[in-house]
């Protein structure tokens, strides 16, 4: 008869006597496992998983909420709180980073839906709903480049012009808070630098996504006569007659240089004209049509958004531009015109170019006119030298097409 002491003993030798075996078994099972999954690896290609989640199932913080919930102190614990949980999701944000090509350039990182590529120059509240802001939103836009001595000229032109116009003014003299005495100023738009020309001001401050809002600017000087010009009734002759790019007609009398922007009698819109002898190489051309001047032009936002393009950043006071302005709208011969029933005086005041300096004992306007001259030649070579750099790009022999 066996005893306890027996059975124990027994158990224990039959224990050491598997073990090795079992041993054995776990290594090699363990082995096998491990090749067979190396093999299985390297007979995959390499997968890149990116996902495509929707911003709103990321977390966000709303700061003005956590301030008043969290007041007292506990705002900046909780913010470090959420910190540590958006950095678990750090590794997913990296797959969800935006890039869209066709959005406006430096935008490409930003969701379509958000961006606002335009603006405006509609004056806003700073409290209330946004949505209630505008109880009207202006149509048109009309800027005067302005000096504080011509505060009755523009007070007068000003009239002239509907609740349908933004009024912007660009002050040369640095005099802005004068002008409060008329109560449309106080409405009106005031930008202030002194010593700059009205183009200038236009290609610094009406870039075409800021002024898109508006289906006409009006970019003119300040001493024009209005008495026989009303704004509502020109846009409706401009409308009629298909005009992209276009002028109030002149006096006859006062002070004109060319005889297509000289206002006619007999008609409400004329197109071209005929003007001295070897003036016009082609009778579709400036100065005998597609021609207005830079005193008193009117742009739809279309023909804007080109002419701003055109404009030359150190070029300031537009001569040659309104020789150029036929490249921005075709056919330019039937799209730019001079508008007689609405017609304008030009007064000649040399107000700006006495805002020049007095160099050699000579007075301040004989410079701004010698850099007038010499910024009309500039344009006119950097034009040229464009469209040949162009054509010479495509393939097209200019010279030769133009002598065939």
């Not at 009629?240 to 240089?257: A, D, V």
């Not at 016009?280 to 393009?309: G, K, T, Y």
Request: aromatic share 12%; proline share 6%.
């Amino acid at each position: 008869m066996s005893t306890q002491s027996d059975k124990l003993g027994y158990n224990g030798d039959c224990s050491t006597n598997r073990k090795p075996s079992e041993t054995m078994r776990l290594i090699v099972t363990t082995f096998v496992g491990i090749v067979f999954g190396f093999f299985i690896g390297i007979s995959f290609p390499a997968l890149t998983t990116k996902l495509n989640l929707p911003s709103n199932l990321l977390p966000s913080i709303d700061v003005s909420y956590i301030e008043d919930k969290h007041a007292g102190g506990n705002a900046q614990s909780f913010i470090k709180k959420n910190n540590s949980i958006s950095s678990q999701h750090q590794l997913l944000n990296d797959t969800l980073k935006i890039w869209v090509p066709s959005n406006p350039r430096g935008a490409e990182r930003l969701p379509p839906a958000i961006i606002d590529a335009e603006s405006d120059f509609y004056l806003r509240r700073l409290w209330g709903e946004p949505s209630e802001d505008l109880t009207s939103k202006p149509k048109y836009l009309v800027t005067f480049t302005v000096g504080y001595d011509q505060k009755n000229n523009i007070d007068a032109a000003v009239k002239k012009f509907s609740g349908n116009f933004t009024i912007l003014l660009f002050h040369y003299d640095g005099r802005t808070t004068e002008w409060d005495e008329f109560e449309w100023s106080k409405q009106a738009i005031h930008v202030s630098v002194n010593k700059q020309t009205k183009w200038w001001y236009a290609k610094r401050f009406l870039h075409p996504d800021i002024v898109a809002p508006y289906d006409y600017i009006f970019i003119w000087d300040e001493d024009l006569g209005v008495e026989h010009f009303n704004a509502e009734e020109y846009l409706k002759l401009v409308r009629k007659h298909g005009l992209e790019i276009s002028q109030p007609g002149l006096e006859p009398n006062k002070g004109l240089t060319w005889q297509m922007t000289k206002r006619r009698g007999d008609r409400e819109v004329h197109k071209e004209t005929e003007e001295k002898p070897g003036w016009c190489s082609d009778p579709h051309l400036p100065p005998c049509a597609a021609f207005v001047e830079i005193m008193a032009p009117v742009f739809s936002r279309d023909a804007w958004r080109c002419v701003w393009h055109m404009i030359q950043n150190d070029l300031v006071h537009g001569w040659g531009l309104d020789f150029a302005l036929r490249k921005c709208v075709e056919p330019a011969h039937e799209k730019i015109g001079v508008v007689d029933s609405q017609w304008i005086i030009h007064q000649s005041i040399p107000s700006l170019g006495n805002q020049g300096e007095t160099q050699s004992g000579r007075p301040p306007w004989q410079g701004v006119r010698e850099r007038c001259r010499k910024e009309w030649t500039m344009f006119q070579s950097r034009l040229a030298s464009a469209e040949n750099a162009y054509y010479k790009a495509v393939g097209i022999d200019l010279f030769n097409s133009t002598s065939a």
